[in-house]
């Protein structure tokens, strides 16, 4: 932080660059560090001056045709793959990347039914999680059983691209997605008894391959209930077509149904990773 005078004298708080040392700016639009303006503002300028010159192409294109001169037409170019000659309604390009993602989201909803039906999570159920706390009783830290009773499941939101976020900012959150359960807690402190939390699908280790905690943790960079496993079925219930590919293909296009290019996509770009891996 530092203190700036304004043009009537008053000092003013205002930072201070950690570049140059010089106040009124931060490091990130440090003159010195970016003579040529930041990436940002050098982006901003090129879009600016390519948005100028098709203002005068334009111009130049109406003035040739009023005076019977030829013009040549204009190639199209696709607002999501950005290559020229169709546009986004006809990118094929596109339409694989929907198939794609559909196939992603029908597969991944397969693990989660396989794992709901199979583990009896629902309401009522029993869990268990085991954690290593300190006992000042035996001394020392122990294992010690925390018991919860699931009272809510809602599974609709789970999904491979929930928390893949759609800008070139930040590509994931691994907290964007909604927490699946909603539990009791039936045992542990006086402050954990009789309180109600949110809760992953209990799914195994995350460090077990071929679980499904361990697919979540480090494909998709998805939280689940790691440690966590089902003692005593409860009475399972599965949204209604959650499976229905139909309806899913539906979704997918409400997902794609933007004005952002391809490189926004996040978890486009992952499924490209992970089909390279494959390979």
């Not at 109406?62 to 019977?68: H, S």
């Not at 018991?147 to 691209?161: C, E, G, Q």
């Not at 361990?214 to 998709?220: G, L, T, Y």
């Amino acid at each position: 932080m530092a203190w700036i005078r304004d043009e009537e004298g008053n000092y003013k708080r205002s930072v201070r660059c950690s570049y140059c040392y010089h106040s009124g700016h931060s490091r990130r639009a440090c003159p010195d560090r970016f003579p040529d303006g930041t990436p940002a503002q050098q982006r901003a300028r090129k879009r600016e001056e390519e948005k100028e010159q098709r203002k005068l192409d334009r111009a130049q294109r109406k003035l040739d045709k009023a005076a019977g001169v030829k013009v040549a037409k204009v190639p199209r170019k696709c607002g999501y793959c950005k290559e020229f000659g169709h546009i986004r309604r006809k990118c094929e390009v596109l339409a694989k990347d929907k198939i794609r993602l559909g196939d992603t989201i029908l597969d991944y909803r397969n693990k989660v039914v396989n794992e709901v039906v199979s583990n009896g999570i629902g309401v009522g159920a029993l869990v268990v999680n085991t954690v290593n706390t300190y006992d000042s009783a035996r001394g020392g830290y122990h294992d010690r059983n925390l018991y919860r009773m699931i009272r809510k499941v809602d599974i609709s939101a789970m999904n491979p691209h929930s928390n893949w976020l759609i800008g070139k900012r930040d590509a994931w959150d691994r907290y964007g997605m909604t927490s699946p359960l909603r539990v009791l807690n039936l045992s542990g402190d006086r402050n954990q008894i009789g309180r109600t939390d949110d809760a992953n699908l209990p799914a195994g280790q995350e460090n077990d391959e071929g679980s499904f905690a361990n697919e979540v943790a480090h494909k998709w960079n998805q939280r689940s209930g790691d440690g966590m496993r089902v003692v005593y079925p409860g009475d399972v219930s599965l949204p209604d077509g959650y499976l229905d590919r139909d309806l899913i293909d539906a979704e997918v296009e409400v997902y794609f149904k933007t004005t952002k290019t391809r490189a926004h996509y996040n978890i486009v770009e992952r499924m490209d990773y992970l089909d390279k891996q494959e390979d």
